[in-house]
């Protein structure tokens, strides 16, 4: 090969390398473009979560029944098991017991003052038949006085006796209140013998199984109500003005396509004090020291769930 013919060949090479060098810079010009377009611009940035509620046990005892499973949705008073109750139905039974045997020594007042009452019954009779006498001169006053005496002692023999049988009735109805509470109680005790969902929601966690010994106070599900969900976002102080309670925002998130899904969220909670940026959340000002947490409420359709990202415009 000739000099001419390598020159020839040197300048061929170097404008190839010049059209490759600018088709790169013109795919990464486009892709930069591309990039930007998809791209949304936002106000603050942060992360999904629910108000989360832990259920736990209001028994001591063998679950018998547990009938819950992680992502299953509830209902509000919706019965999901129940807990071993029977030794607390056997003491209630014999407190039962206890209350009927008490109560069947008060005494019958009536039966019980119904010989003085008819002895007052007889005198009273007797004082008519003698007052008839001495009007007729056949008895003497002193006959009259004595069935007279006789008829105020025994109306104050019924009026003692009917005290005494009085208090003792009442002290034996007192004496069975308190087990009457007792019994109370363990009818309380037995109702929270059944496990009983209080809210409606998504179960997210079971901590129990069936067979398992539970006891007052340990958890046995985590339940949230997804229906409505929380982004918990960060706003820096330039921004606080930009907000307020009941405020309607947008709220941005990644769908599958590359791109945004769009919905709208109100604001429920601002708070009134600064913290440190946090770490796993990016505000649109970098540079912030400290931030602003706000709660946004957003409708779920059931596609938000707790952990996603999300970006707030105002």
Do not use: H
């Amino acid at each position: 090969m000739n000099m001419q013919q390598q020159k020839v060949q040197k300048k061929s090479n170097c404008q190839l390398l010049t059209d490759i060098y600018s088709f790169i810079l013109i795919a990464i010009a486009i892709i930069i473009s591309a990039c930007n377009n998809n791209n949304a611009s936002f106000d603050a940035s942060g992360s999904f979560e629910a108000e989360e509620i832990i259920i736990s046990s209001e028994a001591t005892g063998t679950i018998k029944m547990f009938d819950v499973e992680e992502g299953q949705i509830l209902k509000s008073g919706q019965s999901i098991g129940y807990i071993d109750s029977l030794q607390l139905y056997l003491k209630k039974k014999q407190l039962e017991a206890q209350v009927i045997a008490l109560l069947g020594k008060k005494p019958n007042i009536p039966i019980q003052l119904s010989a003085l009452q008819e002895q007052l019954k007889t005198a009273e009779r007797e004082k008519t038949r003698v007052s008839n006498l001495v009007k007729a001169d056949a008895a003497t006053a002193k006959q009259l006085d004595d069935i007279n005496s006789q008829i105020e002692v025994l109306k104050k023999q019924i009026e003692a006796q009917k005290s005494t049988l009085d208090i003792s009735s009442n002290g034996l109805g007192k004496d069975a209140v308190p087990l009457q509470v007792q019994i109370e109680q363990l009818n309380d005790q037995l109702a929270k013998c059944n496990i009983i969902n209080p809210t409606n929601g998504t179960v997210l966690a079971k901590y129990a199984e069936t067979n398992e010994m539970t006891s007052t106070g340990k958890p046995l599900y985590k339940i949230a109500d997804l229906s409505n969900i929380i982004l918990r976002a960060y706003i820096t102080n330039n921004q606080l003005p930009m907000v307020k309670l009941g405020q309607k925002i947008k709220v941005l998130t990644d769908d599958s396509k590359g791109g945004y899904k769009e919905s709208e969220g109100i604001i429920t909670w601002i708070n009134d004090k600064a913290e440190f940026t946090p770490k796993t959340i990016q505000t649109k000002d970098e540079r912030a020291n400290l931030v602003y947490a706000i709660k946004i409420k957003v409708k779920n359709d059931g596609t938000y769930k707790i952990g996603m990202y999300g970006e707030v415009v105002f």
